[in-house]
Protein backbone atom coordinates (compact mmCIF):
# COMPACT_ATOMS: atom_id res chain seq x y z
CA UNK A 1 0.00 0.00 0.00
CA UNK A 2 1.12 3.51 -1.12
CA UNK A 3 2.02 5.64 1.80
CA UNK A 4 0.11 9.23 1.92
CA UNK A 5 2.12 12.85 2.46
CA UNK A 6 1.10 13.80 5.75
CA UNK A 7 -1.11 16.91 5.54
CA UNK A 8 -0.26 20.74 6.61
CA UNK A 9 3.58 20.03 5.32
CA UNK A 10 5.85 23.08 6.26
CA UNK A 11 3.39 26.30 5.75
CA UNK A 12 4.64 29.34 7.18
CA UNK A 13 1.46 29.31 9.29
CA UNK A 14 2.17 25.93 11.14
CA UNK A 15 3.28 26.06 14.34
CA UNK A 16 6.80 24.78 14.30
CA UNK A 17 5.89 21.80 17.28
CA UNK A 18 3.32 21.10 14.96
CA UNK A 19 6.02 20.16 11.84
CA UNK A 20 8.92 18.68 13.56
CA UNK A 21 7.29 17.19 17.10
CA UNK A 22 5.90 18.39 20.40
CA UNK A 23 7.19 22.34 22.18
CA UNK A 24 8.32 21.78 25.82
CA UNK A 25 10.14 24.26 27.93
CA UNK A 26 14.09 24.15 28.27
CA UNK A 27 16.27 22.56 30.42
CA UNK A 28 16.54 26.52 31.67
CA UNK A 29 13.10 26.68 32.13
CA UNK A 30 12.82 29.96 29.96
CA UNK A 31 13.62 28.37 25.71
CA UNK A 32 11.15 26.52 24.33
CA UNK A 33 12.64 23.43 22.52
CA UNK A 34 11.07 20.91 19.72
CA UNK A 35 11.46 17.40 21.11
CA UNK A 36 11.37 14.65 18.79
CA UNK A 37 10.84 11.20 20.24
CA UNK A 38 13.09 8.76 18.31
CA UNK A 39 12.11 4.89 18.48
CA UNK A 40 15.51 2.59 19.29
CA UNK A 41 14.77 0.90 15.46
CA UNK A 42 15.98 3.84 14.30
CA UNK A 43 18.44 4.83 16.39
CA UNK A 44 21.61 3.94 14.22
CA UNK A 45 24.91 6.34 15.61
CA UNK A 46 26.54 7.08 19.10
CA UNK A 47 25.44 10.32 20.21
CA UNK A 48 26.70 11.81 23.53
CA UNK A 49 23.81 13.05 25.97
CA UNK A 50 24.28 16.63 27.16
CA UNK A 51 22.57 15.51 30.37
CA UNK A 52 24.44 13.13 31.77
CA UNK A 53 27.90 13.26 29.52
CA UNK A 54 27.54 9.18 28.79
CA UNK A 55 26.82 7.77 25.27
CA UNK A 56 23.41 7.14 23.98
CA UNK A 57 24.14 3.75 21.65
CA UNK A 58 22.86 2.51 18.54
CA UNK A 59 19.84 0.95 19.30
CA UNK A 60 18.58 3.14 22.34
CA UNK A 61 15.77 4.99 22.48
CA UNK A 62 16.16 8.33 23.12
CA UNK A 63 14.57 12.22 22.44
CA UNK A 64 15.94 14.73 20.21
CA UNK A 65 15.69 18.69 21.40
CA UNK A 66 16.41 21.67 20.15
CA UNK A 67 15.83 25.45 20.79
CA UNK A 68 12.28 26.44 18.87
CA UNK A 69 14.58 29.43 17.76
CA UNK A 70 17.17 28.01 17.02
CA UNK A 71 18.06 26.06 14.06
CA UNK A 72 17.91 21.89 13.37
CA UNK A 73 21.80 22.12 13.41
CA UNK A 74 21.27 22.84 17.03
CA UNK A 75 19.48 19.41 17.80
CA UNK A 76 20.82 17.46 20.85
CA UNK A 77 20.05 13.77 21.46
CA UNK A 78 19.16 13.20 25.33
CA UNK A 79 18.31 10.24 27.61
CA UNK A 80 14.48 10.07 28.07
CA UNK A 81 15.27 10.07 31.70
CA UNK A 82 17.76 13.44 31.68
CA UNK A 83 15.66 14.71 29.72
CA UNK A 84 13.12 14.28 32.06
CA UNK A 85 15.52 15.38 34.61
CA UNK A 86 16.28 18.19 32.81
CA UNK A 87 15.35 21.30 35.31
CA UNK A 88 16.35 19.34 38.40
CA UNK A 89 20.31 18.57 36.86
CA UNK A 90 22.91 21.28 35.08
CA UNK A 91 24.10 20.19 31.60
CA UNK A 92 27.30 18.94 31.82
CA UNK A 93 28.85 19.64 28.60
CA UNK A 94 28.16 23.08 26.60
CA UNK A 95 28.49 22.58 23.19
CA UNK A 96 30.48 25.43 21.24
Known sequence: MP???PRGGRSGSAPLGDVFGRTEAGPDG????VVRTVPGTRAVKTYRCPGCDHEIPPGVAH?????AHGGE?????????CWDGRRTRT?????S
Open 91 to 95: VTRRW
Open 3 to 5: RRK
Open 73 to 81: EDRRHWHRG
Open 30 to 33: EEDF
Open 63 to 67: VVAWS
